[in-house]
T-cell receptor, first 113, second 114 residues
Framework: GENVEQHPSTLSVQEGDSAVIKCTYSDSASNYFPWYKQELGKRPQLIIDIRSNVGEKKDQRIAVTLNKTAKHFSLHITETQPEDSAVYFC????????????FGTGTRLTVIP | DAGVIQSPRHEVTEMGQEVTLRCKPISGHDYLFWYRQTMMRGLELLIYFNNNVPIDDSGMPEDRFSAKMPNASFSTLKIQPSEPRDSAVYFCASSPQPGGNTIYFGEGSWLTVV
């Protein structure tokens, strides 16, 4: 099966700085990579995703990059704000077959005002 | 759409009691997932259904756990008997299809077994 590893487990940044979270996956057949944000006491919610036919995707202050050769993908948050403080999960999945999302262990991001 | 609806939101029960968690997926979604979240193990998939049929239950911890999906709009996760180590947040999620499409989580059921 798929194994997703995520680093770091905790990350503190000053407001306005950038934050980068990295994930690796093991199954070369995986081709869909979403990122979820989970605020304290809330459910995980999708913030951005990328498919294997692209190398980078941006949505305002958030971007995700994918390196299929190296089997790793990263989340970049620029100009961080206190409301970005949350736990972020990466995940990987295959498009075909009866599969599901395999999640990383999460990164607790704290943005210090 | 109201999203994935779970009940109860919070439950505190005594060890040995039966616990039933309920889920209503988003209408039209063919896939339903049950996840468990703990500090130690993160988000773990317990079981998932496709068109009401259990596809993969390899994540179910032991025989004390069971899940059913009698129809397209309702699923239950049952723990009998419950133990303190079952304390966790249980998320139900649904998706139009797995792999390549987003899964949408419910608000979760916060279970505490004392």
């Amino acid at each position: 099966g798929e194994n997703v590893e995520q680093h770091p487990s905790t990350l503190s940044v000053q407001e306005g700085d950038s934050a980068v979270i990295k994930c690796t996956y093991s199954d070369s057949a995986s081709n869909y990579f979403p990122w979820y944000k989970q605020e304290l006491g809330k459910r995980p919610q999708l913030i951005i995703d990328i498919r294997s036919n692209v190398g980078e995707k941006k949505d305002q202050r958030i971007a995700v990059t994918l390196n299929k050769t190296a089997k790793h993908f990263s989340l970049h948050i620029t100009e961080t704000q206190p409301e970005d403080s949350a736990v972020y999960f990466c995940a990987a999945s295959k498009k075909t077959g009866a599969n599901n999302l395999f999640f990383g262990t999460g990164t607790r991001l704290t943005v210090i005002p | 759409d109201a999203g994935v609806i779970q009940s109860p939101r919070h439950e505190v029960t005594e060890m040995g009691q039966e616990v039933t968690l309920r889920c209503k997926p988003i209408s039209g979604h063919d896939y339903l997932f049950w996840y468990r979240q703990t500090m130690m193990r993160g988000l773990e998939l317990l079981i998932y259904f496709n068109n009401n049929v259990p596809i993969d239950d390899s994540g179910m911890p032991e025989d004390r756990f069971s899940a059913k999906m009698p129809n397209a709009s309702f699923s239950t996760l049952k723990i009998q008997p419950s133990e303190p180590r079952d304390s966790a947040v249980y998320f139900c999620a649904s998706s139009p299809q797995p792999g390549g499409n987003t899964i949408y989580f419910g608000e979760g059921s916060w279970l505490t077994v004392v």
